[in-house]
């Protein structure tokens, strides 16, 4: 693969699925770069503490829903008040194991996300991504 994701987070409170979904990016060659928290709170800080820092702040970040803490929607509406610009310059996606409808349409209410995909992560919704980056950031590759 010769286009790649400058970085990419996993915010998913199961450090297995965080592992798996790893070992998926780093064997489809999508991004050599990947940072993942198994508690929600600790992947807001790290957004907080580097937002000013654009090369390490991820181009895209798969959040769960179902977690301890503090849920994915919560997550969201947190990340809103903290970077609100994060979502103009990375795409954000559920990434959860629900494919109950109700997620499916609240997902829809949040304007900052990109998509939804039902776990596990899959090589076949990376299409989607580098789609979407193509269309929001034309160039992000070179």
Known sequence: ???KLRNVMLVDDDPALNWIS???IELGGYSDSIIDFTNPLDGLEYLKNNSEEGNILPCVLFLDINMPYMNGWDFLTELKIISPELPKTTLIYILTSSDFNEDVE???SFTELSGYFVKPLAPEYF????SELDAKQPGWDK
């Not at 299409?127 to 580098?130: A, Q, R």
């Open 1 to 3: 693969m010769s286009r």
């Open 22 to 24: 790893t070992k998926i």
């Open 106 to 108: 609240k997902s829809k």
């Open 127 to 130: 299409e989607k991504v580098f």
